[in-house]
């Protein structure tokens, strides 16, 4: 799939812009645990958890976005992201009903899944 490698710097850049909206979690935890997941987990704890959540999630959007630039810093890069995010969306389809608000963006992260696997496959 040519198609893929040849626009790989738009594909990143948009995935990374998507991703780095949840930098958004570390300054108002709250609000987007409750936007993402339909609930909050009240509490010193629970927003400890979501901003430190939030920022790993942001930086790694970020560094999508790096790598759209950096081609020498790709490989590294995108694998990481493939593992996070393949993850977090075996999570919430495992979750059942209790995570079923954060579907649409487990779905989005599969189809970036995708799209990376292919890239790096050179499909």
């Known amino acids: ?43 010193p704890l629970g927003n400890a958890i979501m901003r430190n959540w939030g920022l790993i999630i942001g930086v790694s959007g970020l560094l999508l976005i790096y790598v759209a630039f950096e081609e020498a810093a790709r490989t590294p890069i995108i694998l990481f992201s493939i593992i996070g995010k393949a993850y977090f969306a075996y999570l919430v389809f495992a979750g059942g009903k209790t995570l079923s608000a954060a579907r649409g963006g487990a779905v989005i992260d599969l189809a970036i899944v995708g799209l990376l696997i292919a890239y790096l496959a050179g499909l």
């Open 1 to 43: 799939m040519d198609i893929i490698s040849n626009n790989i710097f738009w594909i990143l850049v948009v995935s990374g812009v998507l991703t780095s909206t949840m930098l958004a979690a570390a300054v108002a935890p709250e609000t987007v645990f409750r936007q993402f997941f339909g609930d909050t987990l009240p509490g």
